[in-house]
Structures are given as structure tokens and as C-alpha cells.
């Protein structure tokens, strides 16, 4: 494993974070395929045997349920003090005041009930899963300030807004001398690099790491295209909540690349779309959700492999731009 500082922040994290979207009690309709606790805790060991020390999940994956079982596998397979655990708010978890959104009055209830919901007392990270425009980011930005004064958060980082979004926040924390973001959870993979138009620079520019989620398109470009996977890529849509694509027909040809590559070096598909990732000088840990156990080893593997520079220009040619999805 190889460990970096998250952007310019003193937190260690390790280069591959375990995302545990994948994890729940499967009662939720959008993650029933989710794994339960005996099935997902083999790979809570597993990311402790290969180094992952870094773990992320979110008060709304399976309704809460992720979060329990990310806090019951943290006590059967590690030491609390070895595992920087990430969450996040701002998504619905109930219809009162306090269940959605960024206001002061959700940031403290949900911090309080993600806790709870851990079995610890802090978060390493805590991040605003998306942007709410009903909320002054002044507010927010307060807020999350006071979880850290606190101790119930270590850092704050943020996910899936525009580059203007970001940058409203965090000025609204330099100008008040509070707590800034350190890091920004994007959707990035080879047919979503939307990130690289404004998003990627600003971060260079503020010394925020990127954490890309969905770093394999769920799965799209780790295997032959129009092949089927998991149980949760024979289900996936096509298009995100608002009816934007989430891939292309053209991305056949991006794949297809993959695929050769891959077949040339003799590793899987997904250790060459990682090791992709992993190249941008902003990426610090793109997160992996694990439902087989070859899908850690997979991206474990892709911090050995440096692509050729022939090897970039045909896995990014064939790219097509596209609107930014699930926010």
C-alpha cells in the first residue's frame, strides 16, 4: 500500500479508500443489493490486510444501516486509532428540520446520529455530500466549524458540486477564519472527466485533495462492454435521477481500449482504469467499493502499474464531454 497526505492537510491516508455504499441492511429499495454485515465484514479484513485504512460511507447509504455496519466491522477488525473514517451529510433521512440539507440545525443532528450510528465519538472527515441551495453557506461552513471546535470531526471536505459551488463555500470560511475544506469527493473515472474542466484546477489551486467516487463507473470500464457483472450492474440505470446518461454508445471505444491494455499487461480491466485514476496529480484516493473479494486486490494492484504514455492517449482519444450526473 502507499499512504499520501490528503491535498495539503497533515491526514494520512491510504492511496485506495474502501467506499462502503455496498454495505446494508438491503431494506432500502435503491441499495437492495447491498451486502449485510456477515457478508461485508470479510472485506473490512481484507482492506486491513492490504493497508486500506481509509474508509468512507454517508448517513443516507441504506438508510443509516452502512454507517452501523461500517461502525460494528471497525470494532471486530481494527484498532479505531488506525482507520480514518469518513461521512457525510446533507441528503434526506427523515422529513423533519433536521433531516436534510446543510442547515446548522441538520449538520448537528446528523453528525450526532452518524456517530451514534459508528459506535465512536469522532469522524476523521466530515463531508457535505452535496450542495444546498437553501442554506447561506455561511451557515454551513459555521456549522461544520463548530463539529470540528467540537471534536466530533477532524476535517471537513465536501462532494459532487459545481467548481463555483466549492468555491463559494470554501471562501466563506477563509473570510470568517474557520475551518476549510481538505478534500472533494468527484465522480471521475475514463467516461465521466468532467471534473478536469474547472473542478481539478481549482483544487491544485486551494491544495484540496480529490477523492473520486464511482472510479470504475460502476463497473463499466472493469469489464467488456456489454458484459454483465454483479447483481448491481445488471440493475443499474443508464441515467441519473435528473435523466442524464451516465454513459455513451461512444464509450465502447474507450472500453475496448481497456480491455487491449489490460489483455498486454496481464491485469484485470479495473487495475488499468484505476491506475488511470491514480495518475492525476490532484487524485489522492479514489474509493473502491468491494462486493468480491478481487475487487480490492484489483486496485491495490494499480499503484504498481504506470501506464505508457501511448497507453494514455488511447484510453483518452475516444472520450466524449458530458453533463455532470447525480448532482
Known amino acids: 500500500m502507499q499512504y499520501t497526505q490528503l491535498g495539503t492537510s497533515g491526514l494520512k491516508i491510504s492511496r485506495i479508500a474502501l467506499g462502503t455504499m455496498g454495505f446494508g441492511d438491503g431494506n432500502t429499495p435503491f441499495w437492495s443489493w447491498a451486502l449485510p454485515y456477515e457478508q461485508a465484514v470479510p472485506y473490512f479484513a481484507q482492506a486491513v490486510d492490504l493497508g486500506i485504512t481509509f474508509w468512507d460511507t454517508a448517513n443516507v447509504y441504506s438508510a443509516g444501516s452502512s454507517e452501523e455496519i461500517v461502525g460494528r466491522a471497525l470494532k471486530q477488525v481494527a484498532r479505531r486509532d488506525d482507520i480514518v473514517l469518513a461521512t457525510k451529510v446533507a ?3 427523515h422529513d423533519g428540520p433536521g433531516g436534510f440539507g446543510t442547515s446548522r440545525k441538520a449538520v448537528m443532528e446528523q453528525i450526532d446520529a452518524s456517530l451514534r450510528r459508528l459506535g465512536t ?3 476523521d472527515l466530515y463531508q457535505v455530500h452535496r450542495f444546498d441551495p437553501r442554506t447561506p453557506v455561511e451557515e454551513t461552513m459555521e456549522a461544520l466549524h463548530d463539529v470540528v471546535r467540537a471534536g466530533k470531526a477532524r476535517y471537513i471536505g465536501a462532494s459532487s458540486m459545481f467548481a463555483w459551488q466549492f468555491a463559494k463555500m470554501q471562501h466563506a470560511a477563509q473570510t470568517h477564519g474557520w475551518t476549510t475544506f481538505v478534500s472533494m469527493q468527484d465522480q471521475y473515472n475514463l467516461v465521466q472527466r468532467g471534473e478536469e474542466l474547472e473542478m481539478f484546477g481549482l483544487l491544485a489551486d486551494q ?3 480529490s477523492l473520486p467516487w464511482s472510479p470504475l463507473a460502476a463497473g463499466v470500464v472493469a469489464r467488456p462492454w456489454g458484459s454483465s457483472g454483479s447483481t448491481r450492474s445488471q440493475t443499474n440505470p443508464r441515467a441519473d435521477f435528473q435523466g442524464r446518461p451516465l454513459w455513451l454508445d461512444t464509450d465502447k471505444a474507450t ?3 481497456v480491455e487491449r491494455i489490460a489483455t ?7 487495475t488499468v482504469a484505476l491506475a488511470w485514476v491514480l495518475r492525476n496529480p490532484v487524485v489522492d484516493a479514489p474509493i473502491v467499493g468491494a462486493t468480491k473479494p478481487h475487487h480490492l486486490t484489483d486496485a491495490v494492484a494499480a499503484l504498481d502499474l504506470t501506464l505508457t504514455d501511448d497507453e494514455v492517449t488511447a ?11 447525480y448532482f
Not at 498486454?264 to 479495473?270: F, L, N, P, S, Y
Not at 484510453?315 to 450526473?325: A, C, D, M, S
Open 91 to 93: 441528503e434526506h433521512m
Open 264 to 270: 498486454e499487461r496481464g491485469v484485470a480491466m479495473a
Open 315 to 325: 484510453l483518452e482519444q475516444h472520450y466524449t464531454l458530458r453533463e455532470p450526473t
Open 207 to 209: 491544495g484540496v485533495g
Open 255 to 257: 472500453i475496448d481500449a
Open 121 to 123: 465519538d469522532y469522524v
